[in-house]
């Protein structure tokens, strides 16, 4: 609690008035100074939480902004074609390496069965590296992949491609692998140090 106690009313008549008044003019500025400051704290600390959370930046902008090349190189496994659309400096990150964005643009070509097909990418790294990805299905036979790694050495990204069929034509839902294709990054002419 406070350590000046409220003034009785009743005693007001007994005291001087520019003295009382001096004396409550110089509490209510404490206390407006000190309830000021807890408000403004407050208002700065919801505002920063604000603006942190608008400020996130996702992997597929991530990519898109960072030092990188557009390679283009096409790919087909199966029913399958991906385009290697962009390759992206990430950076470092510490005890793990340096990281590594791609961006990969699968389109499907239809099949005979009535099933709508699910491409999945699954790259392959050392043991012990970061892998995050994402993926968004653009429309009923095109998704893009998002991925950041950690390549190999040897600048060789081993890809396994993964067909999920779903629907009436494919009950239980099944998950099949339909084959493998290699990005190789020094062949393809990204620089080296975009990758290593």
């Known amino acids: ?28 500025r404490r206390r407006a100074l000190r ?10 600390l919801i505002g920063s939480w604000v603006v942190i959370g608008r400020s996130r930046v996702t992997l597929e902008e991530r990519i898109q902004r960072a030092l990188g090349v557009a390679p283009g190189a096409v790919y087909t496994v199966g029913n399958m074609t991906a385009t290697l659309v962009r390759v992206a400096d990430l950076g470092d990150v510490p005890d793990l390496g340096h990281r590594v964005g791609i961006h990969v643009l699968v389109v ?18 050392e043991a012990g590296t970061l892998s995050v990805g994402t993926s968004t299905r653009l429309n009923a036979r095109a998704f893009d992949h998002w991925i950041q790694i950690v390549v190999p050495a040897d600048a060789k990204v081993p890809v396994d491609v993964y067909r999920e069929c779903s629907g009436q034509a494919c009950v239980p839902r099944q998950s099949t692998s339909i084959g493998t294709f290699t990005i190789d990054l020094r062949a393809l002419g990204v620089p080296e140090n975009i990758w290593r």
């Open 35 to 44: 309830n000021g400051i807890w408000f403004l704290v407050a208002a700065l």
């Open 1 to 28: 609690m406070s350590e000046d106690m409220p003034m009785d009313l009743k005693a007001l008549g007994d005291i001087e008035s520019p003295e009382v008044v001096r004396e409550a003019l110089r509490r209510f």
């Open 108 to 125: 499907a070509q239809p099949r005979e069965s009535a099933g709508s097909d699910t491409y999945t990418l699954v790259f392959q790294h």
